[in-house]
Each structure stands twice: as C-alpha cells, then as structure tokens.
C-alpha cells in the first residue's frame, strides 16, 4: 500500500468535493456555463494542474519502492520534474485538460489502494469510480479536445447543464452516505 488512508475518509472527502463542485452549475447554470466553457484552454488552471500532478508523482517516486530501479530513484525525481516543467511551456494547447488528466490518473490510485482488502460489496462503488477516473484521465491526456466537446454539449442551454449537474450532486451525497454509515 503507498497511500495509508481508510476508504471512509477518502469517500467523504471526495463527496464533498464532487457535491460542492456540481451545486453551483446546478443552481446557477447561466453563470458557469461561462466559467466551464473557458476551462480547458485555461491557461493559468493548467499551469496550476500539471505543476501539481508533477510534484504529486515527483513525491510518489521519491516515496514508493522501485524494486530494481531504486538506485536511480534521484535521477527518476529530476526527469519527472524537468518533464512536468517542459510540458507547461512546449504544450500550452488544452493544459488544464491535460494536467486534470494526470491527477485523475493519480487520484485513481489513492481510491484503488483505500478499497484494497476492504471487505464490503459497496467498495465497488469506489473501484469503478476510480477506474472511470483511469479511462477519462487516459483520454484527457492523449485527447483533451474532448472534453471541450463535452462541455460545450453539457453547456448548450442552462437547462441541459442544471440537468446534467444534479446527478453529480446525489452522487457526491451517496459518497458521503456510503463514507459515514458503510465504509469501516
């Protein structure tokens, strides 16, 4: 295990942030309809995002056993690093698509090692979610224009949006059930 978190803590957290991100879109739909169709050209936001999951993976390397690459764990960290800064300057196209992308695809494994040997059907609530987050992060990375297409489709009308937004609400409200009332 690499990350040392109970599968109630990571499910209330990650309820509450998933609630409190779809409410606003929800009950404001014209307002951030604006606010998500700027998103994913976002420069600054993916300035922030990829710095993040660099110096997140960057920690991880330095953190987790390599087995047979440990010897090298210094010069691994710096080549993660230098990586992470070169691709905020040379690939500024959808930076916030990109740099959400890779933390997904970090956030997968703290839900994937908090469900590990939890012994409760529901924990497969967490480990589908976290394997959505695995496939969308893949997809933001290798093509983040799709999330521009998803979000223009889900912003189209205010309507559309609040529609779309609710289920993110009652989803994030199950989390936190799941994370106060079944999750040891």
């Not at 300057?89 to 703290?110: D, K, M, N, W």
């Not at 979000?151 to 989803?171: D, H, M, N």
Request: aromatic share 12%; hydrophobic share 60%.
């Amino acid at each position: 295990m690499t990350y040392f978190v109970s599968l109630k803590i990571v499910a209330i957290i990650l309820g509450l942030i998933i609630a409190l991100g779809h409410v606003p879109p929800a009950l404001y739909p014209e307002k951030f309809g604006a606010f998500m169709r700027r998103l994913p050209r976002n420069y600054p936001l993916g300035v922030v995002l990829m710095l993040a999951a660099t110096v997140w993976f960057t920690t991880l390397t330095g953190l987790m056993d390599l087995g047979e690459l440990s010897n090298m764990r210094t010069q691994l960290m710096v080549v993660w690093s230098v990586a992470g800064v070169l691709v905020v300057i040379f690939v500024p196209t959808f930076l916030a698509a990109r740099g959400l992308g890779c933390l997904l695809l970090l956030a997968a494994a703290v839900v994937l090692d908090a469900a590990f040997l939890v012994q409760t059907p529901a924990r497969y609530v967490m480990t589908i979610l976290a394997y959505v987050w695995v496939i969308s992060g893949m997809v933001l990375v290798y093509s983040p224009h799709r999330w521009r297409d998803l979000i223009e489709y889900a912003t189209k009308t205010p309507e559309r949006l609040r529609q779309l937004s609710w289920p993110g609400v009652v989803f994030g409200a199950v989390l936190i059930a799941l994370g106060l009332f079944v999750y040891p």
